[in-house]
């Protein structure tokens, strides 16, 4: 079993930014695709960037391209997500995943979720 806890959310002003951390347990994380997703209430919780095991590969929403950053430290069996010039439409709970093999962008094939950190932004 894996455990994730993410840590790094608040809230923050428009423009601003924040870095998530998620921490793993119980297992390396060396061999799993990581992810970041996030949900607001009444939507699906969705694909923010998934990073691969090596970290040379990397997935963004459009949304967030050349604003988020997703990388990880294998050594530390962590996995973060630098957000800068954040906006109101950032605001959400985001979720730390991991999987075995390929990243994907559905979040039906993640295997393990943290519990979520909340992101606000204020404008």
């Known amino acids: 079993q894996v455990q994730l806890v993410e840590s790094g959310g608040g809230l923050v002003q428009a423009g601003g930014s924040l870095r998530l951390s998620c921490a793993a347990s119980?297992?390396?994380?060396?061999?799993?695709?990581l992810a970041w997703f996030r949900q607001v209430p009444g939507k699906e919780r969705q694909l923010v960037a998934a990073i691969s095991w090596s970290g040379g590969r990397t997935t963004y929403a459009d949304s967030v391209k050349g604003r988020f950053t997703i990388s990880r430290d294998n050594a530390k069996n962590s996995v973060f997500l630098q957000m800068n010039s954040l906006n109101n439409e950032d605001t959400a709970v985001y979720y730390c995943?991991?999987?075995?093999?390929?990243?994907?962008?559905?979040?039906?094939?993640?295997?393990?979720w943290g519990q979520g950190t909340q992101v606000t932004v204020s404008s």
């Open positions: 119980g297992r390396t994380l060396s061999s799993y695709a």
């Open positions: 995943a991991a999987r075995t093999g390929y990243r994907s962008s559905n979040n039906g094939n993640y295997d393990y």
